[in-house]
C-alpha cells in the first residue's frame, strides 16, 4: 500500500514541476507548462480547458470553445485542451483544433489542479501571471475574456532626449518593441491620444511621480503612459522606462538600459523586455498560491535499470449497484470515473469511498459511503433548471418569454434555467397579458391568463327588393349573433358577416371592425327562389342542406354534419327535420320491405326524377326526424349517393335537409 501512494504522490510532483520546467513526455501523458505559453510573444490570455470523452457537458460545450477561441485568437487568446482520466477516450482530439493537445489518462494533472474528478473546468490567466478563472464552465472563461479584451490596457508612449525635448526616434522605436510582444495595445490615433489626455488631465492633477507606487502585481490600467528619458552624464548615459496608471498616477513599474547613440534598439530592446518582465508576478495557481518550486535532486546521476521490490497489490472487491433520477450519470469513485451511463452494476474495492454522479443538466451529489457486496446506490440528482408552464384561454396564442417567441399557449413544463422571466401572451386580436416570473431549480413556474377581446362593433340592417325592413338572421364568422336590426359586438379579427332569411337569398360581406368602432352594414335581400315544391304533394323543401346558402343558381359553403339530437333543433322558421317517410318519397322505386317500414334499397337521387329535378346529383347522408322503433338510440337516415335507407346511432353525424307543410 505504501508504494502505491508514493508513487502517485510522485507523479503529482512529476505533473507540477511541468509547471516551471518544460519536461518533454517520457509516456502516453503529456506536460503542461502554463508560464511558457504565458511569455510567448503575441499571448495575453491562456486558458487550460479540462475535459473527457465521457463527460456530456464537456462534449456540448464543444461549439462554444471553438467559437470562442475563433473569435479571441488574433487577440490573444490561447487554448489548451487536457484529455484527463480517459482511457477508453485514448486521448481523442475535441473535434477541433486548438493551439495545444495535452493527454492526462491518469489523472495526474487534474489530481495537481485540485479537480477531485468534476469535468467540465476551466482555468483562465492573464499574461501577467494572474488567475482569472478557476475551475469554470466556458461561459465564465467567455464573460472574463470579454471583460479583460474590453478593458485591453492602452499605452501612451512620451519619450525625450537628454534635453527634456520630445525624441521621436526613440518614441517610435518603443512603440514598435511594444507592439512585437503583443502584450500592451500601443496608443496610435489622434483621437486615442486625446481620450487619454483628458483621462490623465482629471487624474486628481498629481504630478507623475516615482514616489507613489501601484500596488505590485495588479493588472495594466487600462489607460497608461510610458514616459521615456534619456538620462545620465559625461558620457554614460541610460535609457529609463517609467510606465504609470494614467487613472490613478501612480507608477506601475519601471526598468532602465545603458544607452548606446550609436545602437539605440538594443537599447530599447533590453529597456522594453525588463519593464515588461516585471509587470509579471509568479504565476498564481489554482490553489491560491503561487507557483511551485522543485526541489533540484543531488548527487551521482544513476543510469541504467535499477530494479526494485514488488508485489501485487490485491484487494477484496465488490459489486456495486448504482441508479440515478435521471438515468444516464456518470459515476465516480474516488475521483476514478467507474459507470459512464447509469443503471449500472459495477466492481469496486471494498469500505469507505467518495461516490459521486453528475448528469447533465442536473447539480453534481456526492458522499462518502461505504460499499459492500449487494450495495445500492440509487440518488435522485437535482435539475439545475426548472420548468415554465404558460396557459391561456383561449389557446393557440403567442407567448413571448423575455421578448422572444417561445411558441404558443398551452406551453407545458419548458425547461428553463433559474432567474426571472418576462412572460408575455400576445394576439392581434386580444390585449396583451401575463407576468415577470421567476423559475426556481427543480420547480414549476405556471402563468395562466385569460385573455379579453379586441371589440368593435356592427350595425346590420336587411331590406327586401321594395325597400321594406325585414327580420333576418345575423350571422359573424359562422356564429349567430341576433338579427336585423341590430347592433353586436364583434372582435376586431372578424372576417365575415352573413345575413339569411329562410325567404331570400343569404348576403355576406367581409368585415374590417376597429376597435371601440361601429361599422354600419345594410343588406338588401334577394327574393330568389330559396324552396322547391316537391311535385304531387305540398312539401317544401329548402333547396340546399343545413350549412349552406343559395346564391339564385347554387348553394355555396359546406353543409354540416351534425347528430341528430341537434338536427331536430337547426330548421329555420316552420321548417322541420323530414320524417322517414318524407325522405324515401323524394327517391321511389323502394322495394317492399322499405315500404313496410324495414331497412333497405330505393333509386339513388342522381336516377330519380323527382329527387334529381329538386336537387341534381345530390351524394349526402340525411337524418328523418323518425326513431328506429326497436332500438330508440337509433333514428332512420337515407344516403342519397346509392338510395339505401337504414338506421344509425343518434349521436353519428349526419347531413340535414329542411322541409314545411305547404302553402
Same mark, same amino acid.
Given at each position: 500500500?505504501?508504494?502505491?501512494?508514493?508513487?502517485?504522490?510522485?507523479?503529482?510532483?512529476?505533473?507540477?514541476?511541468?509547471?516551471?520546467?518544460?519536461?518533454?513526455?517520457?509516456?502516453?501523458?503529456?506536460?503542461?507548462?502554463?508560464?511558457?505559453?504565458?511569455?510567448?510573444?503575441?499571448?495575453?490570455?491562456?486558458?487550460?480547458?479540462?475535459?473527457?470523452?465521457?463527460?456530456?457537458?464537456?462534449?456540448?460545450?464543444?461549439?462554444?470553445?471553438?467559437?470562442?477561441?475563433?473569435?479571441?485568437?488574433?487577440?490573444?487568446?490561447?487554448?489548451?485542451?487536457?484529455?484527463?482520466?480517459?482511457?477508453?477516450?485514448?486521448?481523442?482530439?475535441?473535434?477541433?483544433?486548438?493551439?495545444?493537445?495535452?493527454?492526462?489518462?491518469?489523472?495526474?494533472?487534474?489530481?495537481?489542479?485540485?479537480?477531485?474528478?468534476?469535468?467540465?473546468?476551466?482555468?483562465?490567466?492573464?499574461?501577467?501571471?494572474?488567475?482569472?478563472?478557476?475551475?469554470?464552465?466556458?461561459?465564465?472563461?467567455?464573460?472574463?475574456?470579454?471583460?479583460?479584451?474590453?478593458?485591453?490596457?492602452?499605452?501612451?508612449?512620451?519619450?525625450?532626449?537628454?534635453?527634456?525635448?520630445?525624441?521621436?526616434?526613440?518614441?517610435?522605436?518603443?512603440?514598435?518593441?511594444?507592439?512585437?510582444?503583443?502584450?500592451?495595445?500601443?496608443?496610435?490615433?489622434?483621437?486615442?491620444?486625446?481620450?487619454?489626455?483628458?483621462?490623465?488631465?482629471?487624474?486628481?492633477?498629481?504630478?507623475?511621480?516615482?514616489?507613489?507606487?501601484?500596488?505590485?502585481?495588479?493588472?495594466?490600467?487600462?489607460?497608461?503612459?510610458?514616459?521615456?528619458?534619456?538620462?545620465?552624464?559625461?558620457?554614460?548615459?541610460?535609457?529609463?522606462?517609467?510606465?504609470?496608471?494614467?487613472?490613478?498616477?501612480?507608477?506601475?513599474?519601471?526598468?532602465?538600459?545603458?544607452?548606446?547613440?550609436?545602437?539605440?534598439?538594443?537599447?530599447?530592446?533590453?529597456?522594453?523586455?525588463?519593464?515588461?518582465?516585471?509587470?509579471?508576478?509568479?504565476?498564481?495557481?489554482?490553489?491560491?498560491?503561487?507557483?511551485?518550486?522543485?526541489?533540484?535532486?543531488?548527487?551521482?546521476?544513476?543510469?541504467?535499470?535499477?530494479?526494485?521490490?514488488?508485489?501485487?497489490?490485491?484487494?477484496?472487491?465488490?459489486?456495486?449497484?448504482?441508479?440515478?433520477?435521471?438515468?444516464?450519470?456518470?459515476?465516480?469513485?474516488?475521483?476514478?470515473?467507474?459507470?459512464?451511463?447509469?443503471?449500472?452494476?459495477? =466492481? %469496486?474495492?471494498?469500505?469507505?469511498?467518495? *461516490?459521486?454522479?453528475?448528469?447533465? &443538466?442536473? /447539480? +453534481? $451529489?456526492?458522499?462518502?459511503?461505504?460499499?459492500?457486496?449487494?450495495?445500492?446506490?440509487?440518488?435522485?440528482?437535482?435539475?439545475?433548471?426548472?420548468?415554465?408552464?404558460?396557459?391561456?384561454?383561449?389557446?393557440?396564442?403567442?407567448?413571448?418569454?423575455?421578448?422572444?417567441?417561445?411558441?404558443?399557449?398551452?406551453?407545458?413544463?419548458?425547461?428553463?434555467?433559474?432567474?426571472?422571466?418576462?412572460?408575455?401572451?400576445?394576439?392581434?386580436?386580444?390585449?396583451?397579458?401575463?407576468?415577470?416570473?421567476?423559475?426556481?431549480?427543480?420547480?414549476?413556474?405556471?402563468?395562466?391568463?385569460?385573455?379579453?377581446?379586441?371589440?368593435?362593433?356592427?350595425?346590420?340592417?336587411?331590406?327586401?327588393?321594395?325597400?321594406?325592413?325585414?327580420?333576418?338572421?345575423?350571422?359573424?364568422?359562422?356564429?349567430?349573433?341576433?338579427?336585423?336590426?341590430?347592433?353586436?359586438?364583434? =372582435? %376586431?379579427?372578424?372576417?365575415?358577416?352573413? *345575413?339569411?332569411?329562410?325567404?331570400? &337569398?343569404? /348576403? +355576406? $360581406?367581409?368585415?374590417?371592425?376597429?376597435?371601440?368602432?361601429?361599422?354600419?352594414?345594410?343588406?338588401?335581400?334577394?327574393?330568389?327562389?330559396?324552396?322547391?315544391?316537391?311535385?304531387?304533394?305540398?312539401?317544401?323543401?329548402?333547396?340546399?342542406?343545413?350549412?349552406?346558402?343559395?346564391?339564385?343558381?347554387?348553394?355555396?359553403?359546406?353543409?354540416?354534419?351534425?347528430?341528430?339530437?341537434?338536427?331536430?333543433?337547426?330548421?329555420?322558421?316552420?321548417?322541420?327535420?323530414?320524417?322517414?317517410?318524407?325522405?324515401?318519397?323524394?327517391?321511389?322505386?323502394?322495394?317492399?320491405?322499405?315500404?313496410?317500414?324495414?331497412?333497405?334499397?330505393?333509386?339513388?337521387?342522381?336516377?330519380?326524377?323527382?329527387?334529381?329535378?329538386?336537387?341534381?346529383?345530390?351524394?349526402?347522408?340525411?337524418?328523418?326526424?323518425?326513431?328506429?322503433?326497436?332500438?330508440?338510440?337509433?333514428?332512420?337516415?337515407?344516403?342519397?349517393?346509392?338510395?339505401?335507407?337504414?338506421?344509425?346511432?343518434?349521436?353519428?353525424?349526419?347531413?340535414?335537409?329542411?322541409?314545411?307543410?305547404?302553402?
Amino acid at each position: 500500500m505504501t508504494s502505491r501512494v508514493s508513487s502517485r504522490r510522485l507523479a503529482r510532483l512529476l505533473v507540477v514541476a511541468a509547471f516551471t520546467l518544460t519536461v518533454p513526455p517520457t509516456s502516453k501523458a503529456g506536460s503542461l507548462n502554463i508560464k511558457d505559453w504565458l511569455d510567448r510573444p503575441g499571448t495575453r490570455l491562456v486558458v487550460v480547458e479540462f475535459y473527457a470523452m465521457w463527460c456530456k457537458p464537456c462534449m456540448e460545450a464543444v461549439p462554444r470553445w471553438r467559437a470562442l477561441h475563433e473569435k479571441y485568437r488574433e487577440r490573444g487568446l490561447r487554448l489548451i485542451v487536457v484529455s484527463t482520466m480517459d482511457r477508453q477516450g485514448q486521448c481523442v482530439n475535441p473535434g477541433w483544433n486548438p493551439d495545444d493537445m495535452v493527454c492526462d489518462p491518469e489523472g495526474n494533472i487534474a489530481d495537481a489542479f485540485q479537480l477531485n474528478g468534476v469535468l467540465p473546468a476551466a482555468f483562465l490567466w492573464s499574461w501577467q501571471g494572474n488567475l482569472l478563472v478557476s475551475k469554470g464552465h466556458v461561459e465564465d472563461v467567455e464573460a472574463k475574456v470579454e471583460e479583460y479584451l474590453k478593458k485591453n490596457p492602452r499605452v501612451l508612449v512620451e519619450a525625450k532626449n537628454a534635453a527634456g525635448k520630445p525624441f521621436r526616434k526613440l518614441h517610435d522605436m518603443i512603440r514598435r518593441r511594444l507592439s512585437e510582444s503583443g502584450k500592451l495595445t500601443v496608443v496610435a490615433t489622434r483621437e486615442e491620444r486625446k481620450a487619454l489626455a483628458k483621462i490623465r488631465k482629471a487624474s486628481y492633477k498629481i504630478n507623475f511621480a516615482d514616489k507613489l507606487q501601484c500596488k505590485l502585481g495588479q493588472e495594466v490600467s487600462a489607460n497608461s503612459l510610458l514616459k521615456a528619458a534619456i538620462t545620465g552624464s559625461k558620457g554614460k548615459w541610460w535609457l529609463s522606462l517609467s510606465l504609470f496608471s494614467a487613472e490613478s498616477a501612480c507608477l506601475l513599474v519601471g526598468s532602465s538600459a545603458p544607452w548606446n547613440p550609436k545602437r539605440p534598439g538594443m537599447a530599447v530592446a533590453e529597456a522594453v523586455d525588463r519593464l515588461l518582465s516585471k509587470l509579471k508576478q509568479e504565476l498564481q495557481m489554482p490553489s491560491g498560491k503561487r507557483k511551485p518550486t522543485v526541489s533540484k535532486p543531488t548527487g551521482p546521476k544513476v543510469i541504467g535499470e535499477q530494479p526494485a521490490d514488488w508485489s501485487p497489490e490485491s484487494s477484496e472487491e465488490v459489486i456495486v449497484s448504482f441508479f440515478s433520477q435521471p438515468e444516464g450519470a456518470v459515476v465516480l469513485v474516488n475521483a476514478n470515473m467507474v459507470c459512464k451511463n447509469t443503471p449500472c452494476s459495477k =466492481s %469496486v474495492p471494498k469500505g469507505r469511498h467518495l *461516490v459521486s454522479m453528475q448528469a447533465e &443538466r442536473h /447539480e +453534481k $451529489k456526492q458522499e462518502r459511503m461505504n460499499l459492500a457486496e449487494g450495495t445500492k446506490v440509487d440518488w435522485k440528482l437535482t435539475p439545475n433548471f426548472g420548468w415554465l408552464t404558460v396557459r391561456s384561454e383561449p389557446t393557440g396564442m403567442k407567448v413571448l418569454v423575455n421578448d422572444r417567441d417561445a411558441g404558443k399557449t398551452p406551453l407545458e413544463r419548458q425547461e428553463k434555467a433559474p432567474g426571472k422571466y418576462k412572460v408575455l401572451v400576445a394576439s392581434e386580436c386580444h390585449y396583451d397579458s401575463g407576468e415577470e416570473v421567476r423559475v426556481e431549480k427543480g420547480q414549476e413556474r405556471k402563468v395562466e391568463v385569460a385573455l379579453k377581446e379586441k371589440q368593435g362593433a356592427v350595425k346590420v340592417k336587411a331590406n327586401d327588393e321594395k325597400g321594406n325592413d325585414i327580420v333576418a338572421d345575423v350571422y359573424v364568422d359562422g356564429k349567430k349573433v341576433g338579427r336585423t336590426p341590430g347592433t353586436y359586438k364583434v =372582435s %376586431v379579427c372578424a372576417k365575415e358577416l352573413v *345575413v339569411k332569411h329562410e325567404k331570400y &337569398r343569404s /348576403e +355576406k $360581406k367581409e368585415l374590417g371592425v376597429r376597435e371601440r368602432q361601429v361599422t354600419e352594414l345594410e343588406f338588401k335581400l334577394d327574393s330568389g327562389p330559396v324552396t322547391v315544391l316537391q311535385p304531387g304533394t305540398n312539401l317544401y323543401w329548402l333547396r340546399c342542406p343545413y350549412g349552406q346558402s343559395w346564391t339564385g343558381s347554387s348553394c355555396e359553403g359546406n353543409a354540416r354534419e351534425i347528430n341528430w339530437h341537434v338536427a331536430k333543433n337547426v330548421c329555420p322558421g316552420d321548417y322541420r327535420l323530414p320524417t322517414r317517410q318524407e325522405l324515401v318519397s323524394l327517391l321511389g322505386g323502394c322495394d317492399a320491405d322499405v315500404r313496410g317500414g324495414k331497412a333497405g334499397p330505393c333509386n339513388k337521387c342522381a336516377e330519380s326524377s323527382r329527387c334529381s329535378s329538386m336537387f341534381g346529383q345530390d351524394e349526402g347522408y340525411y337524418w328523418s326526424s323518425s326513431s328506429y322503433a326497436a332500438d330508440p338510440s337509433n333514428a332512420w337516415y337515407v344516403y342519397f349517393d346509392d338510395g339505401y335507407v337504414n338506421n344509425g346511432v343518434k349521436d353519428v353525424a349526419s347531413s340535414v335537409r329542411c322541409v314545411r307543410s305547404g302553402p
